[in-house]
């Protein structure tokens, strides 16, 4: 059950979608969402050599607190024609990077909604955002690509499937949302038959599972050949026409993900469609 939804304003177009996605969930949930803003101005600190002046000026912070108003009041506008219940919120954070204090608005809620990337966008935190969300606040991410509508109640779901943490964790975030009679394709991704892996039939054990929980659950493996296994995630989504799709976010280290790519940058850079995480 959802009761609660967060939103981390970015003050550009991705709001849109994040804020329809969060309206849609409510209405559906009779949830109240909390959608935030945050205005940024760091201020000078002293050290051993004396008062470091990295702050604003008076202009400049005002510029700040603007955008974040702005941004809010985009957010309660658009809530208050929803007729959801909901509270907007704008932060004043001297010390805190916005990131770190959407994490810590995060940690009350039971899913975070935020707006996928926009394209030429300057000035864009879609990425340290999505990143605190998803690995400091300990709460599962709704990622709403921008010009993307989410489905509520979703049909058809696609669950990239890893016998991993993060996958068995976004599973399970999403399982009170879907509908008893979701179809779920089970999607595995150049499997290995290892006793610590997939084991002899890869995706059964997690199709029986979810034929448990009432869904109609079928396993789809694919090899992805010259395609990266984000690639093939995203293809097979298009292929079945999915509403949803559900996966562990940085499943490696972020660190190796940024250096050498990896499935969620992917994902994240290329979808089409409302994408669940959980880390």
């Known amino acids: 059950m959802i009761r609660d939804l ?33 205005a940024h101005a760091p201020v000078p600190f002293a050290s051993e050599w004396g008062v470091t002046a990295i702050g604003l000026d008076q202009a400049g912070y005002e510029a700040l607190r603007a955008a974040a108003e702005r941004a809010a009041g985009v957010a309660r506008e658009h809530l208050s024609a929803a007729g959801i219940a909901h509270e907007v919120r704008v932060v004043d954070s001297p010390l805190a990077w916005p990131e770190e204090v959407a994490a810590l608005h995060a940690r009350y809620a039971d899913l975070c909604v935020f707006g996928g990337p926009v394209e030429n966008e300057p000035g864009s935190r879609f990425g340290t955002g999505f990143d605190a969300l998803l690995m400091h606040s300990g709460r599962p991410v709704l990622m709403v690509p921008h010009g993307v509508k989410l489905m509520v109640p979703p049909r058809r779901v696609v669950l990239a499937w890893q016998p991993r943490r993060e996958a068995s964790r976004a599973l399970h975030d999403a399982l009170p949302w879907l509908p008893r009679d979701a179809r779920v394709d089970v999607l595995v991704v150049n499997p290995e038959a290892t006793a610590l892996g997939h084991g002899e039939a890869p995706g059964a054990d997690i199709a029986r599972h979810l034929a448990r929980h009432g869904c109609h659950a079928k396993v789809e493996i694919v090899e992805k050949g010259t395609r990266s296994t984000g690639e093939a995630i995203l293809e097979h989504c298009r292929g079945a026409v999915a509403d949803l799709l559900v996966m562990g976010g940085f499943s490696h280290s972020r660190w190796r993900e940024q250096v050498f790519g990896g499935v969620t940058r992917t994902v994240l850079n290329g979808a089409r469609l409302p994408v669940l995480l959980s880390h």
């Open 6 to 38: 967060f939103v981390f304003l970015q003050g550009n177009a991705a709001d849109h979608a994040a804020l329809e996605a969060a309206a849609a969930l409510a209405r559906v949930h009779d949830a109240h969402v909390a959608a935030l803003a945050v």
